[in-house]
């Protein structure tokens, strides 16, 4: 069994965020795009160390992987073997 995914409200708040903003021009990419990131964040589950790390301060570090233009920051806990899915971002910001 791999690691368990875990979606904070922020990313999902993140996702839902994309979505709607995708949607106002083109429906269908909107989907499309919430999918291949749902997609990737389920990769997570056998591959929890795939993204490289993001230095965050004094905290530790995340990891982050990239879906097209989109940065989605996860920090991986061996110990409850869980990814925790923090947020989504556009790589602009």
Do not use: C
């Not at 291949?36 to 993204?51: N, R, T």
């Not at 004094?58 to 989605?72: A, C, D, P, Q, T």
């Amino acid at each position: 069994m791999g690691f368990k995914i875990i979606w904070t409200d922020s990313a999902v708040s993140d996702l839902e965020d994309v979505f709607h903003y995708i949607a106002q021009d083109n429906p269908e990419a909107a989907r499309r795009v919430a999918q291949e990131v749902v997609d990737h964040v389920a990769i997570l589950e056998s591959f929890p160390f795939i993204g490289p790390t993001y230095p965050r301060g004094s905290s530790g570090s995340l990891r982050h992987i990239v879906v097209r233009y989109y940065r989605i920051f996860y920090d991986v806990n061996e110990s409850r073997q869980s990814v925790e899915i923090l947020h989504i971002w556009h790589g602009a910001r």
